[in-house]
Each structure stands twice: as C-alpha cells, then as structure tokens.
C-alpha cells in the first residue's frame, strides 16, 4: 500500500513491497512536472495494487463507483464552474453533456456488473467432446487513461469508470487546454482514491510522452487520429493493448424523401452543442440537389429557435458556448477564409469576436475539396453542405474519405436506408438523428480504422479493460487425443482426413 500526505511535496511510502522500505519525494504538480523515474514508481505501486485487485468482487468495484458518483452529486456545481471557466459552457450543457453520460455509466455498471464479471460458459463442438469451457473476463490489469479537451470531464471520467469496472488500476493524464477541469479532476481523483489505486498527472505533451514509454497494461486515448497514431506507435514498444478514440469528418447524408424540418432541428443541435466541438458532430452535409434551399431555409429557422428566439444575436446566446483557445480559434476563422477566398459562399455567420474567441455558427455552400474545411475534421462551428445528383454519388463520396467516426443518414425509405448501411463503413450509423448514440450504454461507441480502434461505454468499456481469457476443463482420464499423437500410424490419418471433412 502507500499512503499520501498532502503537504507542498507529495510523499509516497511503500509498505509490504518486495522491493527495500523506501521513501520517494515527487513534487506536486503545480511546482515541477514529476520525472520520469517518479512516474516509473508511480506505476510500479498500481502494479502492486492490480495484482491485489485480480480478486475483487463486484460489491468492491462498485463501492468505487458509489464514491464517483456521491462525488459529483455533491460537487455538481463545481463541475458547471469548472466548464464554465475554461470554455463558456453553459450550465444546462454540461448537465447534459458532462455529468449524465457519467453519472448514467455508473448507475449502468452498478446495475450490470454481477453479470458482466460471470464466467461464460460456451458450446462444446463435437471433436472436444467430454470437455467444458467457459470465458473468465479478468482485469487487465494497470491502465493509462489520455483525455481530450473538448468534454474534459465527460471523456476522462467515464473511461474511468470501465477502468474500475474491469478491475484496473489508472494513471489518468487530462489535457492541460482545460486546466480548471483538470484540477477538478485532480482534486476528485486526490480525495476518492490513494495514488496506488488511481492517480492523476497534470503536465503538457511531455508529461504524456514519458507516461507513453511506460509498461501499462492498457491504454485509453481520446483525441485526434494524427496523435492517436503516436499512441498506437509507443504502444506497440511494450506491447500494450489500446482503445483509441478518434474522430474524423462525420458525414450527414439527406435523402430525397427526408423531413427536412425535422433533420435540421436535429443537425443543427448536433453540430453546435459545445460550439462544434465535438468528435461526433456533423461534420459536413450531402443533401440531394433538389433539397439544398429548402435544407437551408430550415437550418436558419432552427437556429433563430434554439439560440436567438428574442432576436438579440447568437452572441448574446447564453446556451453557445466559446472556442477552447487562441490557437483553435484561429485555426478556424482561417479555415472561412481560406473557403471564402477560394469560391464557398456564405449563407449563415461568418462573423467572429477575437476578444471572447466567439465564431457564429456558419453554414458553407459551394466548398470543394482542394478548401481546408474539406481536408481536415473542422472541429468547431462551421458547417460546410454538398449537393449530390443520386444516392450513389453520396456513397461514393463518404467511401472516397477515412472511415468516419459516425455516419448520419435521413431517409424514410427502408430499402435506401439498409443500401446506406451495406454499403459504407463508420463507427456507429444513427438513422433520421445526430449524435444520440453517444447516450446509448448498451451501443459499442468508438470508430474503425482511421477514426479508432476498440470500443466504449457500458459492457464493451468493460471488456476494453478485461482480458477475455478461454478455460478449456478436462476429465481426468480422459484424452480426446490419444489415438492423434505420434507414432502416426494410418488410424490417426484416417480421424485426420475425417475431422478435415467433416468440422
């Protein structure tokens, strides 16, 4: 075990180690980032506390999670602060958006997780015949838990949660885009846990490229796919096992016969909660050719509906929320441009505060793709349309860029619907809505290829987290090989030739 003492200096004892007593000194975070050697022993604790962990029980685990969850009951408030302060969320949204999706994957693991921890029994074929089997999911055992910024809380927590479903321990490093969040987090993680058990790490890349040398047993990245292929990459030096959570340019396919009020009200609240920020958001729209004004016509109203109904500016919304930073704030007013000058037209926004970093939710026609907001996943409120000419056309065009993240698709007809969905490849598909699927605990969530690797939420979290191991269980006695093993004489070829023809 270890035990904390929250002086300037934070001191680690080791106790019943099968290395010497020792006592490690590790500066706090907000004096020196700790070293390499310090996150070494940092890891090599919860190596400890993971091998004691193998044997937990579902009431253990979920004793973890109750804590979580009372945690922020107590100190929701704090969260929306928190938010508030490092990006302008608005309060409802991080209700929404941060704290459910938490608060609903604890009470989903709470509820489920007698049955995910029981062993599966399974068939038995033929050939393995007086054999019993059974899948015993056991923890992996020390996990690396890499969050992004855009849903700080939401995105760091609920890994966690898997984490300590399955029986991990976890090293969590939150962005450092959102330093109120993460001394939230920080402080949460600090009173709920000792470091041997869970353990937070504040720093900038550095801190994340040491942690990425380390042996972990798992590691849980959400971020973009350039970086994801770093973490893919320092993975495989220590052969660790990753859940990559990407992103990727989620396309929004409107067919001929969508309702076209309804699928605007829907892209609209998809696309600019949390300002476009979002992994999962429309990233851009294939409307038919006949549908595009109309689409347009109805996207305008559903913005003046949700966030400017008294006709002052959607500046003065108090439910827009702000760009992270300068850096993406500038990122994106240069992506109008470069649209702007090379032939997009403007048909809603287009105006920007630098001051308050504010963009206005901005609908582009006209874009091609020799224009950055076609090249490169927009993250943010900009929201480029495309006409096609058939079905067709749209596929192909989704199918001539990376596997997004999600695929979006309205349309009544059920024969073009399933065509969609045979013949295009995204992590999960939503029909006639936009980033629901998030919310669904009992949906696989992540990508494919270029948008990720693995998935999340609910039992699939957990499974990230577990090793799926085979018990195979023998008679004694009794040897369903015996007459296989050499000398190979010619009544061993004969079952050969039978198990090859018949299993």
Same mark, same amino acid.
């Given at each position: 075990m270890i035990t904390l003492f929250p002086e300037k200096y934070l001191y680690i004892k080791f106790i019943d180690s099968p290395e010497p007593s020792r006592i490690v000194k590790m500066l706090k975070h907000k004096s020196k980032a700790p070293s390499t050697i310090n996150l070494d022993i940092l890891l090599q604790s919860q190596k400890l506390t993971s091998l004691a962990w193998?044997?937990?029980?579902?009431?253990?685990?979920?004793?973890?999670?109750?804590?979580?969850?009372?945690?922020?009951?107590?100190?929701?408030?704090?969260?929306?602060? $928190?938010?508030?302060?490092?990006?302008? *969320? %608005?309060?409802?949204? #991080?209700?929404?958006?941060?704290?459910?999706?938490? &608060?609903?994957?604890?009470?989903?693991?709470?509820?489920n997780l007698k049955k995910w921890m029981k062993p599966n029994s399974v068939p038995t074929p033929l050939p393995m015949l007086g054999t019993?089997?059974?899948?015993?999911?056991?923890?992996?055992?020390?996990?690396?838990?890499?969050?992004?910024?855009?849903?700080?809380?939401?995105?760091?927590?609920?890994?966690?949660?898997?984490?300590?479903? $399955?029986?991990?321990?976890?090293?969590? *490093? %939150?962005?450092?885009? #959102?330093?109120?969040?993460?001394?939230?987090?920080? &402080?949460?993680i600090s009173e709920l846990f000792d470091p041997s058990e869970v353990a937070v790490v504040l720093g900038e890349v550095e801190i994340s490229t040491e942690l990425l040398k380390l042996p972990f047993d798992h590691i849980f990245f959400t971020g973009s796919p350039s970086v994801g292929k770093i973490v893919m990459k320092a993975a495989a030096a220590n052969l660790t096992s990753v859940t990559l959570e990407l992103g990727g340019k989620s396309p929004v396919i409107l067919n001929e016969d969508a309702d076209l009020t309804d699928a605007a009200e829907k892209i609209i609240w998809g696309k600019y909660v949390n300002c476009g920020q979002t992994c999962i958001a429309p990233d851009y729209i294939l409307v038919h050719e006949s549908q595009q004004e109309k689409l347009i016509m109805e996207m305008k109203v559903a913005l003046q509906k949700m966030y400017d109904p008294d006709y002052k500016g959607i500046e003065k919304s108090p439910d827009m929320a702000r760009i992270i930073n300068d850096k993406h704030f500038k990122r994106l007013t240069q992506t109008i441009e470069d649209a702007l000058s090379e032939g997009a037209a403007l048909v809603f926004g287009g105006k920007?505060?630098?001051?308050?970093?504010?963009?206005?939710?901005?609908?582009?026609?006209?874009?091609?793709?020799?224009?950055?907001?076609?090249?490169?996943?927009?993250?943010g409120p900009i929201l480029p349309i495309l006409s096609y000419s058939s079905l067709e056309n749209a596929i192909a065009y989704v199918n001539s860029k990376p596997k997004p993240l999600a695929l979006y698709y309205f349309g009544k007809n059920s024969e073009q619907t399933s065509k969609?969905?045979?013949?295009?490849?995204?992590?999960?598909?939503?029909?006639?809505?936009?980033?629901?699927?998030?919310?669904?605990?009992?949906?696989?969530?992540?990508?494919?290829?270029?948008?990720?690797?693995?998935?999340?939420?609910?039992?699939?979290?957990?499974?990230?987290?577990?090793?799926?191991?085979?018990?195979?269980?023998?008679?004694?006695?009794?040897?369903?090989?015996?007459?296989?093993?050499?000398?190979?004489?010619?009544?061993?070829?004969?079952?050969?030739?039978?198990?090859i023809k018949w299993f």
């Open positions: 193998r044997t937990s029980t579902a009431m253990e685990r979920i004793a973890h999670l109750k804590k979580i969850g009372s945690w922020i009951k107590d100190n929701q408030q704090a969260i929306r602060e $928190a938010l508030k302060n490092d990006f302008g *969320k %608005p309060e409802a949204e #991080t209700d929404l958006s941060e704290i459910f999706p938490v &608060t609903a994957e604890i009470n989903h693991s709470i509820k019993s089997s059974k899948i015993y999911l056991e923890p992996k055992g020390t996990s690396l838990i890499i969050s992004p910024w855009n849903y700080p809380f939401n995105l760091t927590i609920g890994p966690l949660i898997s984490a300590l479903s $399955a029986g991990c321990t976890a090293i969590i *490093k %939150p962005s450092e885009m #959102t330093p109120h969040t993460s001394d939230l987090v920080s &402080t949460m920007y505060t630098p001051l308050t970093r504010y963009i206005d939710p901005t609908i582009l026609t006209n874009v091609n793709n020799d224009m950055q907001v076609m090249q490169e996943e927009i993250f969609v969905l045979r013949e295009t490849s995204s992590g999960n598909t939503v029909i006639n809505d936009c980033v629901l699927h998030f919310l669904h605990l009992e949906l696989p969530f992540g990508g494919v290829n270029n948008s990720g690797i693995g998935k999340a939420h609910g039992y699939h979290g957990f499974l990230a987290f577990s090793n799926e191991k085979g018990v195979l269980k023998q008679r004694v006695g009794i040897n369903n090989v015996t007459l296989l093993r050499p000398p190979y004489g010619i009544k061993a070829k004969q079952i050969i030739a039978s198990l």
